[in-house]
């Protein structure tokens, strides 16, 4: 598969069909010209031959009944007199196929895609239902080759689904349950994990029971009070928008009725008992309690009732995941397969971490972590640096990864130099920043704060293709070496402390006179340093004393300073 190609993922709905791609790393929906990111599946042949798709389709059924078929999906994959079925008139009328039909709505989602992406298409994975025999399977297959998109892969809509709400990252022999309630079709599966895939393990429901049947029921309520017919496209387009609105809000009206969300569940609590017997039955081909259950996921406009919801969750005796929008999970779902076919997806699925630490060396040789290991990646992190030495007029950022305490003992990944303007120690301000993207790239920054002057570095992979031995290596020896790692990490950083002191107590003592106990300490300090086993403790102990011990020298020094400056203003 070319990797630069965008594979489709096509959700080919009873009522609505949705197209997908994943873009620069995520999966998106992409709307027609109009905005919408959900198609009618509904197609409508002119008696001239034209064909129209989606809502231009659906308003033309008022018009042309006979002309416009809808719910193609019930009827993909059957052969005339299979079971004693005969296609419905509308298909012999038009001398068209289910497969034709469904070419056509595809037809479309490819041009909506093309259109938005700017780019041809020619690959697509596509969603049937659990259900869906071989003969269906290869009926939707065939529709996409009519529609020019080679099939690569038909996904389960449960599986689909799962794949939406993130459940990829469950653990093995997790268990799933998918609440679909769509527009005409309800469907329940259960699913478990096996080796990093999902398993259908059952699957029932209703291919005619769905959110259309509550719309005709609500019609008629409506209709009864208001004096109308039921079967008015105008009062069964209001019942839909009234349910709808009875999602969010207590009450709607129409044409002057008002109608309460107790009314409406008055009224769907039947429909919605409907779906109970499917549920356990699922349950029990499972051989599954409830309870046994890891997640239950909604999926289908329907689910957005409150009413749905709530049954669901008195069902199963669990709170159902809602994190996803129900009418776009199985376009979603179809997308990220496409993204990790194609291998655009790669990335945000594996979520990578760090395997080991990034950081730069400091002062003494010592390692400084910026980015820690197993870090989700993108990452990114930084830290102010300054010169060790006066008069330095650039700073050599060693990049390193590993997880010993010595910048020696680990690996360079590179390294850059960094030009300020030289002054006293600790006059320099190097903000060195590490970002780490989703490809495993390390960009390194170094900013001399003073001028903004910037130093840049890029380094390709190595940050996180880094083979599991020599990270299993790496970390073995950190392990068995952290004794003594540590033991050098203090005995380096109480060196530079004790290089610090000895000078400027020196300078002290030559100011204020000798004072044996000083001198003692720092004699102390000197015999460490020289010693030829690094006795990192004692060192720091020892600093400690001399430091202790010269605080007396430090307000003798202040004393004599200001003495000195009321002298010299003539005061004392
Ligand atoms: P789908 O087949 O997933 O596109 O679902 C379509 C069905 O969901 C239709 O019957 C819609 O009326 C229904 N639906 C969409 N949004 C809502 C909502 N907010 N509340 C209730 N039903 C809805």
Same mark, same amino acid.
């Given at each position: 598969?070319?990797?630069?190609?965008?594979?489709?993922?096509?959700?080919?709905?009873?009522?609505?069909?949705?197209?997908?791609?994943?873009?620069?790393?995520?999966?998106?929906?992409?709307?027609?010209?109009?905005?919408?990111?959900?198609?009618?599946?509904?197609?409508?042949?002119?008696?001239?031959?034209?064909?129209?798709?989606?809502?231009?389709?659906?308003?033309?059924?008022?018009?042309?009944?006979?002309?416009?078929?809808?719910?193609?999906?019930?009827?993909?994959?059957?052969?005339?007199?299979?079971?004693?079925?005969?296609?419905?008139?509308?298909?012999?009328?038009?001398?068209?196929?289910?497969?034709?039909?469904?070419?056509?709505?595809?037809?479309?989602?490819?041009?909506?895609?093309?259109?938005?992406?700017?780019?041809?298409?020619?690959?697509?994975?596509?969603?049937?239902?659990?259900?869906?025999?071989?003969?269906?399977?290869?009926?939707?297959?065939?529709?996409?080759?009519?529609?020019?998109?080679?099939?690569?892969?038909?996904?389960?809509?449960?599986?689909?689904?799962?794949?939406?709400?993130?459940?990829?990252?469950?653990?093995?022999?997790?268990?799933?349950?998918?609440?679909? =309630?769509?527009?005409?079709?309800? *469907? &329940?599966? @259960? $699913? %478990?994990?096996?080796?990093?895939?999902?398993?259908? /393990? !059952?699957?029932?429901?209703?291919?005619?029971?769905?959110?259309?049947?509550?719309?005709?029921?609500?019609?008629?309520?409506?209709?009864?009070? =208001?004096?109308?017919?039921?079967? *008015? &496209?105008? @009062? $069964? %387009?209001?019942?839909?928008?009234?349910?709808?609105? /009875? !999602?969010?809000?207590?009450?709607?009206?129409?044409?002057?009725?008002?109608?309460?969300?107790?009314?409406?569940?008055?009224?769907?609590?039947?429909?919605?008992?409907?779906?109970?017997?499917?549920?356990?039955?699922?349950?029990?081909?499972?051989?599954?309690?409830?309870?046994?259950?890891?997640?239950?996921?909604?999926?289908?406009?329907?689910?957005?009732?409150?009413?749905?919801?709530?049954?669901?969750?008195?069902?199963?005796?669990?709170?159902?995941?809602?994190?996803?929008?129900?009418?776009?999970?199985?376009?979603?779902?179809?997308?990220?397969?496409?993204?990790?076919?194609?291998?655009?997806?790669?990335?945000?699925?594996?979520?990578?971490?760090?395997?080991?630490?990034?950081?730069?060396?400091?002062?003494?040789?010592?390692?400084?972590?910026?980015?820690?290991?197993?870090?989700?990646?993108?990452?990114?992190?930084?830290?102010?640096?300054?010169?060790?030495?006066?008069?330095?007029?650039?700073?050599?950022?060693?990049?390193?990864?590993?997880?010993?305490?010595?910048?020696?003992?680990?690996?360079?990944?590179?390294?850059?130099?960094?030009?300020?303007?030289?002054?006293?120690?600790?006059?320099?301000?190097?903000?060195?920043?590490?970002?780490?993207?989703?490809?495993?790239?390390?960009?390194?920054?170094?900013?001399?704060?003073?001028?903004?002057?910037?130093?840049?570095?890029?380094?390709?992979?190595?940050?996180?293709?880094?083979?599991?031995?020599?990270?299993?290596?790496?970390?073995?020896?950190?392990?068995?070496?952290?004794?003594?790692?540590?033991?050098?990490?203090?005995?380096?950083?109480?060196?530079?402390?004790?290089?610090?002191?000895?000078?400027?107590?020196?300078?002290?003592?030559?100011?204020?006179?000798?004072?044996?106990?000083?001198?003692?300490?720092?004699?102390?300090?000197?015999?460490?340093?020289?010693?030829?086993?690094?006795?990192?403790?004692?060192?720091?102990?020892?600093?400690?004393?001399?430091?202790?011990?010269?605080?007396?020298?430090?307000?003798?020094?202040?004393?004599?300073?200001?003495?000195?400056?009321?002298?010299?203003?003539?005061?004392?």
């Amino acid at each position: 598969m070319n990797p630069n190609s965008p594979i489709l993922g096509i959700d080919l709905g009873t009522t609505n069909s949705l197209v997908g791609v994943v873009d620069s790393g995520f999966p998106i929906l992409l709307a027609d010209e109009n905005g919408s990111r959900s198609t009618p599946s509904a197609v409508c042949i002119a008696e001239d031959g034209t064909i129209t798709v989606g809502a231009v389709a659906l308003r033309q059924r008022a018009l042309h009944p006979t002309r416009t078929i809808t719910s193609v999906k019930r009827l993909i994959g059957r052969r005339p007199g299979e079971g004693g079925w005969v296609p419905p008139y509308v298909l012999s009328d038009l001398q068209t196929t289910p497969v034709e039909v469904s070419a056509e709505i595809l037809k479309h989602l490819k041009a909506v895609a093309e259109r938005a992406l700017e780019q041809s298409v020619s690959q697509a994975v596509i969603t049937v239902p659990a259900y869906f025999n071989d003969a269906q399977r290869n009926a939707t297959k065939r529709a996409g080759e009519l529609a020019g998109l080679e099939v690569v892969r038909i996904l389960s809509e449960p599986t689909a689904a799962a794949l939406a709400y993130g459940l990829d990252k469950l653990g093995e022999h997790q268990k799933v349950a998918v609440y679909d =309630l769509g527009g005409g079709t309800f *469907d &329940i599966s @259960v $699913l %478990e994990m096996r080796d990093g895939a999902f398993q259908v /393990l !059952s699957t029932a429901g209703d291919t005619q029971l769905g959110g259309d049947d509550l719309d005709r029921m609500l019609a008629g309520f409506i209709a009864e009070k =208001l004096n109308l017919s039921a079967k *008015d &496209i105008r @009062v $069964l %387009e209001a019942a839909e928008s009234v349910k709808k609105r /009875l !999602s969010v809000d207590e009450a709607a009206s129409f044409d002057g009725l008002d109608i309460t969300r107790a009314e409406l569940e008055k009224i769907a609590r039947p429909w919605i008992e409907c779906t109970r017997l499917h549920c356990l039955r699922a349950l029990s081909d499972a051989n599954l309690k409830a309870e046994q259950l890891d997640e239950i996921i909604l999926v289908g406009g329907s689910t957005r009732m409150p009413l749905v919801r709530e049954y669901v969750r008195e069902l199963f005796g669990r709170e159902p995941n809602t994190s996803q929008n129900p009418d776009e999970a199985i376009a979603l779902g179809a997308t990220i397969q496409a993204g990790i076919l194609s291998g655009s997806l790669r990335q945000v699925l594996l979520l990578d971490v760090t395997p080991l630490s990034l950081g730069i060396e400091t002062f003494g040789g010592l390692m400084n972590i910026i980015i820690p290991r197993n870090t989700t990646i993108p990452a990114k992190a930084g830290e102010m640096f300054t010169n060790a030495v006066a008069n330095q007029d650039s700073m050599l950022i060693r990049i390193l990864q590993g997880e010993r305490e010595l910048a020696k003992d680990n690996w360079e990944l590179g390294r850059i130099e960094v030009p300020f303007p030289p002054g006293p120690k600790g006059s320099a301000r190097v903000g060195v920043q590490f970002s780490l993207d989703a490809d495993g790239i390390l960009n390194v920054l170094a900013r001399d704060t003073a001028t903004n002057q910037d130093t840049t570095l890029e380094i390709s992979g190595t940050a996180i293709d880094v083979e599991d031995e020599r990270v299993e290596q790496m970390i073995a020896e950190s392990v068995d070496l952290a004794f003594e790692d540590m033991n050098e990490r203090i005995w380096t950083e109480a060196k530079l402390k004790a290089e610090e002191l000895l000078p400027a107590v020196d300078a002290a003592l030559a100011q204020l006179g000798e004072s044996v106990e000083v001198r003692a300490c720092a004699a102390e300090v000197r015999r460490l340093l020289d010693l030829p086993e690094h006795d990192a403790r004692a060192l720091k102990a020892a600093n400690q004393q001399l430091d202790d011990a010269t605080q007396s020298l430090a307000v003798m020094l202040i004393e004599r300073a200001m003495e000195e400056s009321l002298a010299r203003r003539g005061l004392v």
